[in-house]
């Protein structure tokens, strides 16, 4: 069984732009779960899409933002980059709901210059 | 209190070594449970799950205390590669209700 795939894997960009990242779940899995994990620290929740509707949203500015595709495969895009957004972003995915683990990609490494 | 709280450590034992971690949790209507692993730089990956009162998986073990509403990991006879740090989860409740929420983690160090 194929796990969660994440790309890229490293992403350089410079303030201001804009960054599109990549994830495709474990089949057969219908939620795709976002986090933001700076150098460090622990990991923060951003976006759980469920079935194609976004279900929650963690504390972070609306310049974070993303979708799930009919397929469950989902992107995040992030707007107007600053350099505090440099950090490993984790997509994982599960069945749904909080009986379930959440499985995770090897993650996108997202450098801001 | 916090949804999900560890202690950061780090914990720094001798190969063989017992080694336990607690986790407490504030949403009492929690059901499962997971602990994960994580190593520098690299992604969460599922240890154990824990769903009634505990969970054994060869030297690890998790157990939970519904009452005083902590989980806790017991690795017993650690390794060197033991060392990392390893993730509470718990469901989430009020806004976070159907989320998972990761603790912040406990670091490990195993040393010769």
């Known amino acids: 069984e194929a796990g969660v795939t994440q790309s890229p894997t490293h992403l350089i960009k410079t303030r201001g732009q804009q960054a599109t990242l990549r994830c495709s779940p474990i089949?057969?899995?219908?939620?795709v779960y976002w986090y933001q994990q700076a150098l460090g620290l622990g990991l923060q929740f951003l976006l759980w899409?469920?079935?194609?509707?976004?279900?929650n949203r963690g504390n972070f500015p609306p310049r974070f933002s993303g979708r799930q595709f009919p397929n469950y495969s989902s992107e995040l895009n992030v707007n107007a980059l600053e350099l505090e957004d440099s950090a490993l972003y984790l997509c994982?995915?599960?069945?749904?709901?909080?009986?379930?683990?959440?499985?995770f990609g090897d993650g996108t490494r997202l450098s801001i210059l | 209190r916090k949804e999900v709280e560890q202690d950061p450590g780090p914990f720094n034992v001798p190969e063989g070594a017992t080694v336990a971690f607690n986790c407490t949790y504030s949403?009492?209507?929690?059901?499962?449970f997971f602990w994960y692993r994580q190593d520098c730089r690299k992604e969460p990956k599922l240890l154990m799950s824990?769903?009634?009162s505990g969970n054994e998986d060869g030297r690890f073990t998790a157990q939970l205390n519904r009452a005083s509403q902590y989980i806790s990991l017991l690795i017993r006879d650690s390794k060197l590669s033991d060392s990392a740090t390893y993730l509470c989860?718990?469901?989430?409740?009020?806004?976070?209700?159907?989320?998972?929420?990761f603790g912040k983690g406990t670091k490990l160090s195993v040393k010769p």
């Open positions: 989860v718990a469901p989430g409740g009020g806004g976070s209700q159907g989320n998972l929420i």
């Open positions: 899409y469920d079935e194609g509707e976004e279900r």
């Open positions: 994982a995915s599960s069945y749904g709901g909080s009986d379930q683990p959440q499985h």
């Open positions: 949403n009492s209507a929690s059901q499962s």
């Open positions: 089949s057969g899995h219908t939620s």
């Open positions: 824990v769903y009634s």
